[in-house]
């Protein structure tokens, strides 16, 4: 494995430097193909600029050709001058028309000459342009070509860089495929051995099945006929089995009702303030009960409002029952918890006060409006409070209705099913926000209703005061039921998801029996393992542990251990029988000596009786002293020779009060052989017992070997499988990167050999433009 993964790095390493040569490649093949363009396109120039200096070289040789014949025709023309000036020195004599007609071609002359000089000058201005641009052009290209020679030198040196890299790594790679070879020759050895090794362990592992199998057949003919049934395939059943205790689960369900309960606390304050200076109210407001008195249905309104903490406190203590039957140890689901049914009980009780009130209240508000003091802005707030009460009522029923639907589980599973659970949680939070939105809008209402109330005449202090612990009241309200509302949406999903909690095997609690019976099992449980925890004995040394950590999975557990423990539970045994059977006889004898007695004193009241059997009486008490001597010598012999018994068969040693006759003592001896052959049979059972046992840890030993021989069988087939693996994909890897070097070294040398033969035709053209840039200056000077 550890070659497997230097290889592997060795190739992880080659595979990083063939990547980057090969980035360097295609960066010198793009350098390339430009310079290769650029020297096409410098070609090309070239060629133009040949032609335009062939063009020029023409034009030149015909501009001197024209020169030489205009300057032999000037000549022409100059002899001809002499010839007339002389002519006309000879013919001064001739006729006007004669001078006239030489005047006229001496001026044609002279216009032709002209002509032929500025004609001369351009030509000239031109040559001297061209000369100017093709000296221009011949620097261009000196400069271009001094330019590419320092190219062609840095691919030079790039080129010469890679051909020694790529010499190096085809000689690197030649070492590592030496070394390939070598590791490939012991991993072909270490794979044989693992296929011997394989071949062992498919013949144990034969050998194992076939154990295996015979095991699971003896298990599965116990399984049936000892297992009565499966308790999980029946929801009944099922039900009655303890689930997996979340102890945090509890935990965070309990804080979540402590939390309940502080918001419930507030809201019953709250509703307590709110009904109580409501009746306050109703005693000052509009008449007040101290000056006159008040109408008889303010007064019945008033009445039932001083009843309110009555209805009002039982939700408080129906919540903290709830709360405290939420506890560590309990399992909290709809169907366990009872207490949530009392707190819907005193839930009703609050909705009927309710009910009751409400009437009495929109009354009272219509006497309020009625009232002359009453305006109509007042009015309308009245108007509106009596639909906001109305709301509350309604809704306050509507929350009823929700909670004694989660209450029913818990008292009648038949009443509500399990998929209705999350449903009822979601129209229970939409009911607690319109409780909110409600309170807010009583609010607002009641504080413009005081405001407006504040600006009457008639309004009186008392009145003021009470307007203001009423809007007090309402705000606690309001801020109380929004606390609610942001605590049950926050944790709506988990109230939906824990509340439905079931026990393994995803059956429900069918019945409230059943979780009642659950949590008894429970509770059961908890006790017995209470009664198993037992305080740890001295841990065993970490060094000594590991030492004898082999010897603890292969061998037995301790065979010594068990036969000492064995030794001393039958020592104990047989001493507790001893002292079982000496405690027998001294009962037997304390009897024996009541019934003596109880014999004496009912012949002691015989002899008062009738004294006549006064004979009879003297020759009792021998008798009776001589059966009391016998039976004391026959107990003595039993306490001296105390017969060893763990069987129930050896408490029927009774003494008896009568004389022993011949069937007595054949009795007797039968008896004495049955208790000697139950002492043998209880000592072969103890030893068969301490057989068992042995053979009960023989065989968890055997099985852990099994279990540990299927680890190690299980770990060898996965490293062979890998060791396989590794050595095919190394061989692939192989010969894929041979393939690839093979390839790359063949495509470098082709790239070489042409990147060679371009820059030697670079060459040959830069030295042919050197040349010929050289040439053309000449011819031109020359010419």
Not at 439 to 444: H, R
Not at 483 to 491: A, E, G, M, P, Y
Not at 727 to 747: A, H, V
């Amino acid at each position: 494995m550890a070659a497997a993964a230097e290889l592997q790095g060795k190739y992880q390493k080659l595979a990083q430097e063939y990547s980057k040569l090969r980035a360097q490649n295609q960066v010198l093949k793009k350098g390339v193909v430009d310079e290769q363009a650029n020297s096409a396109s410098l070609k090309e120039q070239l060629k133009m600029k040949d032609q335009s200096l062939r063009k020029l070289q023409q034009e030149m040789d015909s501009l001197t050709f024209r020169n030489q014949q205009l300057a032999k025709r000037v000549e022409l023309l100059q002899d001809e001058l002499v010839l007339s000036e002389a002519k006309g020195k000879n013919k001064k004599k001739s006729g006007d028309s004669s001078s006239h007609l030489s005047q006229e071609q001496k001026n044609v002359f002279d216009e032709d000459l002209q002509k032929k000089i500025e004609e001369n000058e351009r030509l000239h201005i031109q040559f001297f342009e061209a000369d100017e641009q093709h000296k221009r052009l011949e620097s261009e290209l000196r400069s271009r070509l001094d330019v590419l020679e320092a190219d062609t030198m840095q691919h030079q040196a790039v080129v010469d860089g890679l051909t020694r890299k790529y010499m190096d790594t085809i000689e690197k790679l030649q070492t590592d495929k030496a070394k390939l070879e070598i590791k490939c020759q012991t991993l072909e050895r270490e794979a044989k051995d693992c296929r011997v090794r394989t071949e062992e362990c498919q013949q144990q592992l034969k050998n194992l099945h076939a154990d295996l199998g015979s095991r699971l057949d003896d298990s599965l003919r116990i399984i049936h006929d000892k297992v009565p049934f499966n308790d999980t395939r029946s929801s009944q059943y099922n039900a009655l089995n303890v689930p997996l205790h979340n102890r945090r689960r509890q935990l965070k369900l309990r804080d979540l009702a402590s939390q309940a309960l502080a918001f419930v606390q507030d809201l019953v304050t709250a509703l307590l303030n709110f009904h109580t200076y409501t009746e306050q109210r109703v005693q000052i407001f509009p008449i007040d009960s101290a000056i006159d008195t008040i109408s008889p249905l303010n007064q019945k309104f008033s009445q039932y409002l001083h009843e309110n903490a009555s209805y009002v406190r039982p939700l408080e203590e129906g919540m903290l029952h709830l709360f405290e039957s939420i506890t560590e140890d309990t399992v909290t689901v709809l169907e366990t918890t009872v207490k949530l049914k009392s707190f819907s009980e005193h839930l009703t009780s609050y909705i009927c006060f309710l009910r009751k009130i409400l009437p009495y209240q929109l009354k009272s508000l219509e006497e309020e409006c009625e009232s002359s003091l009453c305006a109509a802005a007042l009015r309308a707030r009245n108007l509106e409070l009596q639909e906001d009460m109305k709301k509350m009522t309604a809704i306050f029923e509507k929350l009823h209705t929700y909670v004694s639907l989660l209450a029913l589980p818990s008292t009648e599973p038949e009443g509500l099913l399990r998929t209705n659970y999350s449903s009822i949680f979601t129209h229970m939070a939409a009911a607690l926000h319109g409780l909110h939105d409600v309170m807010k809008d009583i609010s607002k209402h009641y504080s413009q209703k005081a405001a407006l109330e504040r600006e009457l005449p008639t309004a009186t202090q008392k009145l003021i005061t009470t307007n203001d612990c009423i809007l007090s009241s309402v705000m606690a309200l309001t801020n109380g039921a929004g606390k609610i509302v942001s605590f049950f949406s926050n944790n709506l999903d988990y109230f939906t998801t824990s509340l439905t909690y079931v026990p393994t095997g995803g059956a429900e609690f069918v019945n409230p029996i059943f979780a009642e019976c659950m949590l008894q099992y429970k509770k059961k449980a908890v006790a017995y393992m209470k009664l198993l925890r037992k305080p740890c004995a001295d841990s065993v040394p970490y060094e000594e542990a590991l030492a004898n950590r082999r010897v603890l999975l292969s061998s037995t557990e301790s065979r010594e251990g068990l036969a000492q423990q064995v030794q001393q539970s039958l020592e104990k045994i047989a001493k507790l029988e001893q002292e079982k059977e000496h405690w027998m006889l001294e009962a037997q004898l304390a009897r024996i000596r009541l019934e003596k007695e109880s014999q004496r004193i009912a012949e002691r009241l015989k002899s008062s009786v009738s004294g006549q059997l006064i004979e009879p009486e003297q020759e009792s008490p021998v008798l009776i002293d001589a059966t009391e001597q016998e039976k004391e010598d026959g107990m003595g012999k039993d306490l001296r020779d105390p017969v060893k018994s763990t069987s129930l068969i050896g408490m029927l040693t009774v003494a008896t009060d009568k004389e022993p006759t011949d069937a007595e003592c054949r009795e007797d001896l039968i008896k004495n052989h049955y208790m000697a052959r139950i002492v043998e049979l209880t000592s072969q059972l103890q030893l068969a017992d301490s057989k068992s046992v042995h053979f009960h840890a023989e065989c968890r030993a055997l099985a852990k070997r099994l279990s540990l021989a299927e680890k190690s069988k299980e770990s060898l087939a996965e490293e062979m499988k890998l060791a396989s693996q590794s050595i095919s994909r190394l061989q692939d890897e192989l010969t894929t990167t041979k393939r690839s070097y093979e390839d790359q070294l063949s495509m470098m040398s082709d790239h070489l050999c042409s990147m060679n033969e371009t820059l030697s035709k670079q060459r040959e053209e830069i030295d042919t433009l050197k040349l010929t840039s050289k040439g053309n200056p000449k011819k031109n000077k020359s010419r």
